[in-house]
């Protein structure tokens, strides 16, 4: 009889309402930590139909586990189920974000509203408003219990998060600074200014290469001495002539 109460739908729902949901119940501030076996099967069951969704039910093999488990269950020695737990919810956020925002539109105080950054500002402000009071505490997690200083440092992570998803909603073009970061080498800035003319500065260059101070260059690659010829030369006073005696 005990099995059929292992059901897809029990374990899952439970699951999803811890992992895929803001917390957002206010509880009296606690001072212990405090384990269900509840927290371990919903953790193992729920994370393995997230898995295999076409399951309906736990297999006999995952029920006989969960039973055996609840013999020997100690909470004092399941510490680690908090951190799988806190791991598991921070991967789902990161993840999966779109389903903690739907999840969030049925709460009593976000009824009717589908504007995500409304939503997150007043998410944002009922945590800050539990962190400044020292009688009260954000219940993190079903079947697992924080005291408020561990409780206040995760609802702190949690801020962080939905503040810089704010942000991201805010961006503008004008927030972003696009710097250039390609720096150009000295001496290709002091250029050397040029006193003669267009002729003349091809006849520099028959120079040179008349006198194999150059090497000789393929046709593809004349055009491309020439040009960087040129740009060691500052040529305006020799526009300025041309421009005169026109």
Known sequence: MLKNFFTREEIYD?????????????????????????????LDGGASFDEHEE?????????????????SF?????????ECFIDEFFNKLVFHFDKFIESSKKFPFLLGIDDEQIILLNLIKHYKSTLSNESIQIDFFWAIQLPKKINDQLILLLIEYLEQRVAILNVKVTDIIFENKISISQEFQNKIIWNGNQQQL?????????????????EGNLKLFV??????????????RIHRTK
């Open 74 to 82: 100690n909470p004092k020695n399941c510490l680690e189920t908090v």
């Open 14 to 42: 439970v699951y999803c309402s811890i992992f895929y949901e803001f917390p957002y119940r206010i509880i009296p501030k606690n001072d212990f930590i405090g384990i269900s076996i509840n927290a371990l099967e919903t």
């Open 202 to 218: 091809c006849e520099l260059f028959l120079k040179l290469k008349e006198n194999n101070w150059i090497e000789n260059f393929e």
């Open 55 to 71: 399951k309906n039910k736990l297999s006999d093999f995952q029920i006989d586990g969960f039973l055996e488990r609840r013999k």
């Open 227 to 240: 040009s960087s010829l040129c740009n060691l030369f500052d040529k305006k006073k020799q526009r300025k």
